[in-house]
């Protein structure tokens, strides 16, 4: 590898049955990007069936070249999977993600591969803005309270309150692929790959600021599913043999997490007595944590709306 191919970027995006005018639009803030030494891997996850699986590939082959490259899964491998491809063919020196319905502000890239070089970091995350469907802002994601960034530190804040959004990581390719790339999971791919990533020891960096925009859809997606109150469920039980490590302060906020979690899942579907019953856990599990948590996250989502 040159040290031009150590400079170059290679985004992976995901698509599973998604329209071609968000897929575009991903692609579209890649090829924007201020930053110009980028590969964009498209990993097709949607399923033969899908009705617009062809339209997707037209697209692809209209825009494809040396730096656009499009691989269509045969069959649904899931997102962990299908990431886990697109690691697979990446030939930059660091490797980022973006899901097939965000996307980056022109920057993202440049500013980030400033700073991992830099710091010499092995990962990077970042802030991100999240936006609903009627354009309103419905959260923004910051890790301004992260008091130490040493591995057991970091360990600490991702269990009780984790940090995730895939596309605010950026890697080292090869350190990306020494710890294996995602686990096969059916939610929380990107809470996983985090914890592996402290628990691997990886020197990592945070980049306090926001260059990418995430878009909640009624439509498709894991985190819209039955499956995503299983999975929550099943990751609740998995952080319970970190609790020897932990103080009873840090469980009970791990305990409220997941509850108040369990009332969006709840809600999502529709569910509404399992989400009232789900709210009062979150409340007994810490009433403190419950009022202080859900002014602080009023506070910002109205702090946002109005920057607009």
């Known amino acids: 590898m040159t040290e031009n191919d150590n400079a170059k970027v290679s985004v992976i995006i995901p698509t599973y049955k998604r329209p071609v005018s968000y897929l575009s639009r991903a692609v579209r803030s890649i090829t924007e990007q201020t930053y110009d030494n980028v590969e964009i891997i498209v990993v097709d996850d949607s399923p033969a069936s899908y009705e617009h699986r062809d339209e997707i590939k037209q697209y692809m082959a209209s825009i494809c070249s040396e730096q656009i490259i499009y691989l269509q899964n045969e069959k649904n491998l899931g997102g962990s999977l299908a990431r886990n491809r697109g690691i697979e063919k990446a030939n930059g020196g660091f490797i980022t993600f973006l899901d097939d319905d965000d996307e980056y502000k022109p920057q993202k890239i440049e500013n980030q591969v400033k700073f991992m070089q ?54 080292k390719a090869e350190k990306l692929k020494e710890i294996g790339g995602f686990d096969d999971a059916k939610s929380g791919q990107e809470y996983f790959l985090m914890l592996k990533a402290i628990e691997s020891g990886l020197k990592i960096g945070y980049l306090p600021r926001c260059d990418v925009k995430v878009y909640k859809h009624a439509d498709g997606g894991i985190t819209q599913s039955k499956d995503r109150i299983a999975a929550e469920q099943k990751n609740f039980e998995f952080k319970k043999k970190y609790y020897p490590r932990l103080n009873k302060k840090q469980i009970q906020y791990i305990a409220f997490r997941h509850w108040a979690a369990m009332v969006v899942a709840y809600k999502r579907n529709h569910m509404y007595m399992h989400l009232i019953g789900a709210g009062i856990k979150a409340f007994v599990a810490s009433p403190v944590v419950f009022f202080k948590e859900g002014l602080l996250y009023a506070k910002k989502i109205i702090k946002y709306n109005r920057r607009k």
Request: charged content about 25%; cysteine-free; proline content about 4%.
């Open 118 to 171: 830099e710091g010499d970091y092995d990962l990077t995350f970042s802030d991100m803005i999240m936006y609903g469907t009627n354009g309103a802002v419905v959260d923004y994601r910051d890790y301004k309270d992260i008091p130490a960034f040493d591995n057991e530190s970091l360990l600490y804040f991702h269990l009780t309150r984790k940090i995730t959004g895939t596309p605010t990581f950026m890697f």
